[in-house]
């Protein structure tokens, strides 16, 4: 939180007017951490952000695509997201015969 906020040039007290939480009760997020799924949307919202739930087994893919084509960590090829960037993150272990 700390960082994207940095990162928009806002400074702790501008959190007031952007998601109607004061200095302290920010302050208090961001260093004792722990927030509610609800404040977590909330703080989301106020810093140009989006909450996304991601399964475990597929962290490291959604991490490969976040960081670009220079990741040479990638287990998918760089060719391969460039035509289709999100390949195989949302399949599932069972498939469905219908």
Sequence with gaps: ??????QLGYRQS???????????????LETQGNPRLDTLELLAKGLNAELLLIPK????????LLEGPDNNDSEMSNDSLVDDPWQGLLDTEETSDD
């Design 57 to 64: 087994e597929k962290a490291i893919q959604v991490r490969a």
């Design 1 to 6: 939180m700390k960082n994207r906020r940095q």
């Design 14 to 28: 501008d959190m007031q007017n952007r998601i109607g939480m004061s200095r302290q009760q920010y302050q208090r």
